[in-house]
């Protein structure tokens, strides 16, 4: 009977640091003040009944005490879960992960002390203050801690929607991509994409909230990194390629490193203008001596290659150099295949077009100017944003200041809109040294037309928007 009262009064007491983490919230639930009051309780009735069975009468009132102070105790370690939680978010990842996986040990050696210092008849001299300083440490380390997170870096809150007041992500609105180049044996695609992230709404007012919430919090906080991830998806999903390579260039020591895998793509892509080098530069002093965003070797070789790749998109073949030289401190790397990007001069590319909807400007679409980018060391093709623009009043687009190499485009609009049958879909078009400027026939949508059922292949291409030089003699490229 004692073992079973007083294995009974171990899992009641232990029940305490028992914690949930449901998705969407960043923090694990808080315990309900119904299981509170049911521990509560609980722990005070097998506590005089466990400690009667082992004492007798004697040990009613110890009990009694025992079930009181376990439960005064334990409620300080049910805010420890999203205390630790806080922390691991505020940037104390290592400390964060202690304080979580020791929080049950901790308690029950914390239970243990509050019982010998009640029966212990050696501990009885100090067993006030023993029983006092015990419970004043819990309640001054819980207290204490959130207070200074409260107060500091914003805990209090559940969730960054709640944080910067915008939409839960449920109420995020669902677009359409058009993508104008041959997939999955068709001539084009069409994508749904849901303007929201893991946890927030993404349209453009709230990616505002999110960019004024970080401004007051200094880019500190219990939610700074969500909110700082949140803001550079957004800009990318609208496309928006100046406001994303701001917003993902962004560097605030000790709380803020650039994204520069996805600034860089953004750079190589783009324009080829002295404000984009200004911003390479900017980026490239940024890496410093800090090691964010450096931490695997694998992503630095990435990241070296990038800066590499991009100086030589801009001509500057001697900082390229400088960046690819950094491969030789990456052991780790040193069986892989290093990629080299080629040296380029033209800066003066042009792509001009137009989009019909039902034979008639398109107001509300968003035209984008995708590069594409074949990785032969992976084997894979990625799309990487150089620009977008909204059609004029009479449907037509221009991009210029590009460099060299293969685009597509892409449509951005409500799903309504981009329902239906595309002719004139341009594919996979070339920017050269011999045709650097493009021009495009109209592409021309007809919304509620069934889209044609043949697939695209290679005897179905439309005739060539551009005629196709020879192709120049290749650039010189630079080596390790």
């Known amino acids: 009977m004692r073992l079973i009262l007083f294995g009974s009064l171990s899992f009641v007491c232990l029940g305490w640091t028992v914690s949930v983490r449901l998705f969407p919230d960043a923090f694990p639930l808080e315990l309900p003040s119904s299981e509170a009051l049911g521990l509560l309780l609980s722990s005070t009735v097998l506590g005089a009944a466990a400690f009667a069975a082992a004492r007798g009468r004697d040990g009613l009132v110890p009990g009694l005490a025992f079930g009181l102070l376990s439960s005064a105790v334990g ?22 992960i202690v304080l979580t996986t020791s929080l049950t040990s901790v308690l029950a050696l914390s239970h243990a002390a509050l019982a010998a210092a009640l029966v212990r008849e050696d501990w009885r001299p100090w067993s006030r203050r023993a029983l006092l300083g015990l419970a004043g440490a819990w309640a001054l ?10 107060r500091v870096w914003g805990f209090g809150p559940r969730s960054l929607a709640a944080a910067a007041g915008v939409p839960t992500n449920r109420e995020a609105d669902t677009l359409a991509v058009a993508w104008l180049s041959p997939s999955d044996g068709r001539a084009y695609r069409v994508d749904a994409r849901r303007m929201s992230s893991e946890t927030t709404d993404l349209s453009r007012d709230s990616i505002d909230r999110l960019e004024d919430f970080l401004a007051r919090s200094g880019y500190r906080g219990v939610f700074a990194s969500e909110a700082l991830a949140a803001v550079r ?6 496309w928006d390629s100046e406001r994303a390579l701001d917003a993902l260039t962004l560097s605030v020591p000790g709380r803020a490193h650039p994204d520069y895998l996805r600034a860089l793509e953004l750079l190589r892509a783009g324009p080829v203008t002295a404000e984009r080098y200004a911003q390479l530069e900017r980026l490239a002093a940024a890496t410093g001596r800090r090691v964010q965003g450096f931490e695997k070797a694998g992503d630095a070789q990435r990241i070296f290659e990038g800066f590499s790749a991009a100086y030589a998109r801009f001509g500057d073949e001697a900082k390229a150099r400088e960046w690819l030289l950094l491969l030789d401190g990456l052991w780790a790397v040193s069986e892989k295949r290093i990629e080299v990007g080629a040296l380029e001069e033209l800066k003066e590319g042009r792509v001009d077009g137009a989009i019909l909807l039902d034979d008639a400007p398109a107001p509300g679409l968003r035209v984008g100017l995708f590069a594409v980018w074949h990785s032969s060391a992976t084997q894979t093709t990625h799309y990487w944003l150089s620009g977008s623009r909204e059609p004029a009043p009479d449907g037509r687009f221009s991009f210029d200041r590009l460099g060299p190499g293969p685009y597509v485009l892409a449509l951005l609009g409500r799903p309504d809109d981009l329902r239906g049958s595309f002719s004139g879909v341009p594919g996979v078009f070339e920017v050269t040294y011999e045709r650097p400027e493009v021009l495009l026939n109209p592409v021309r949508l007809r919304r509620g037309a069934a889209p044609p059922l043949e697939p695209f292949g290679p005897a179905g291409l439309p005739e060539a928007r ?15």
């Open 75 to 96: 409620w300080c370690a049910s805010r420890w879960p999203q205390l630790a939680r806080a922390v691991e978010l505020c940037g104390g990842v290592f400390l964060g």
């Open 141 to 150: 380390a819980t207290f204490g801690a959130d207070a200074a997170l409260t």
């Open 466 to 480: 551009v005629p196709r030089a020879a192709d120049p003699p290749p650039p010189a490229r630079f080596r390790r």
């Open 233 to 238: 998806l957004g800009r990318l999903q609208w």
